[in-house]
């Protein structure tokens, strides 16, 4: 079982930055790959990045602006968002994957954090 509890959202300005990090529990989370998603008021969950032994994905529209890192060690991931635009603003949801490598499925992920809203302003 894994939990997972994100942080980080909040309200920026278009052109401004934030640092979503989420934490998680388990004791193979090193194998696991794992996923930020996020949805906004009337859409459907929609795959933002990925991270996993077969490397990082990104979603179009957030490659260059966006950044995905990990730190096995503290069982921590992190999501860097620069150059927000009010097309991002979403809630963002954390996701983990038993099966390593990289998926921009929502249905392909096994555990969900609850999620932590970010709203860009123009």
């Known amino acids: 079982q894994v939990q997972l509890v994100e942080s980080g959202g909040g309200l920026v300005q278009a052109g401004g930055s934030l640092r979503l990090s989420c934490a998680a529990s388990?004791?193979?989370?090193?194998?696991?790959?794992m996923g930020w998603f996020r949805q906004a008021p009337g859409k459907e969950r929609e795959f933002v990045a990925a991270?996993?032994?077969?490397?990082?994905d990104y979603e179009d529209s957030v490659k260059g602006r966006f950044t995905f890192s990990r730190d096995n060690a503290k069982k921590m991931v992190y999501l860097q968002m620069n150059t927000l635009q009010p097309e991002d603003t979403a809630v963002y949801y954390c996701a983990a994957r038993k099966f390593g490598s990289t998926h921009y499925l929502a249905r392909e992920y096994d555990y969900w954090g609850q999620g932590t809203q970010v709203t860009v302003s123009s």
């Open positions: 991270i996993g032994w077969s490397g990082t």
């Open positions: 388990g004791r193979t989370f090193s194998s696991y790959a």
